[in-house]
């Protein structure tokens, strides 16, 4: 059982939220910063290491979930996953247009790696297509093993740390991290 901070509540709807934000509903989008912010604020401060930036990025995150809020499609992926991913977005956005080079921590590479590869492969697909991709890697992913599965997923769903996995999965750190790299090479090779 994870830590009583990882705990959520689960009845919280995110998708009917973000339709009350397409219809206009400013108390929808209150009801989910009420409901996600630490947690955003969180995965965007992994990104950009700065308490001040990370509560810009949230800010911006939430104009633009406000303002995108129609465009969400439930046959596409998840609410809660598509709110994290535009805090995701909106922090990686602000490292890479930062004027000072900043060094990424493994964390944050590989999030910054997987965005800029989701872009691409956005870009490039027609729904179809995406929607076998989506098939296939789910089929790579139930190929890896429990624990590198499950560590891949607390880092690029839930947007923990490599400390809070460790915690959370009960193993060593050094341990977690070779997970993590093993599972994304697997994942690499499976999906080529």
């Given at each position: 059982?994870?830590?009583a901070a990882?705990?959520?509540?689960?009845?919280?709807?995110?998708a009917?939220?973000?339709?009350a934000?397409?219809?206009?509903?400013?108390?929808?989008?209150?009801?989910?910063y009420e409901?996600?912010s630490?947690?955003l604020?969180?995965v965007?401060?992994?990104?950009?290491?700065?308490?001040?930036a990370a509560?810009d990025?949230?800010?911006d995150a939430?104009v633009?979930?406000?303002?995108?809020?129609?465009?969400?499609?439930?046959?596409?992926?998840?609410?809660?996953?598509w709110?994290y991913?535009?805090?995701?977005?909106?922090a990686?956005?602000r490292v890479?247009?930062?004027?000072?080079?900043?060094?990424?921590?493994?964390?944050?590479?590989?999030?910054?790696e997987?965005?800029?590869?989701?872009?691409?492969?956005?870009?490039?697909?027609?729904a179809?297509?995406?929607?076998?991709?989506?098939g296939?890697?789910?089929?790579?992913?139930e190929?890896?093993?429990?624990?590198?599965?499950?560590c891949?997923?607390?880092?690029y769903?839930?947007?923990?740390?490599h400390?809070?996995?460790?915690a959370?999965?009960?193993?060593?750190?050094g341990?977690?991290?070779?997970?993590?790299?093993?599972?994304?090479?697997?994942?690499?090779?499976?999906?080529?």
């Open positions: 059982m994870p830590p990882f705990v959520t509540d689960d009845s919280f709807d995110h009917l939220a973000l339709e934000c397409a219809r206009g509903d400013r108390h929808a989008l209150q009801r989910i409901h996600e630490r947690y604020l969180g965007a401060l992994r990104i950009v290491r700065n308490r001040a509560e990025v949230l800010h939430f633009a979930i406000w303002s995108k809020a129609h465009s969400f499609d439930a046959a596409r992926g998840a609410a809660r996953g709110i991913s535009i805090v995701r977005h909106a990686l956005n890479r247009s930062s004027a000072r080079e900043t060094a990424l921590d493994e964390p944050a590479a590989a999030a910054h997987a965005s800029a590869a989701m872009a691409a492969w956005q870009e490039e697909g027609d179809l297509s995406r929607q076998a991709q989506l296939r890697l789910g089929q790579c992913l190929g890896l093993e429990p624990q590198r599965r499950e891949l997923l607390h880092a769903v839930d947007g923990c740390s400390s809070e996995i460790a959370r999965v009960q193993a060593p750190l341990t977690v991290k070779a997970w993590i790299q093993r599972g994304l090479r697997a994942l690499r090779e499976c999906m080529q």
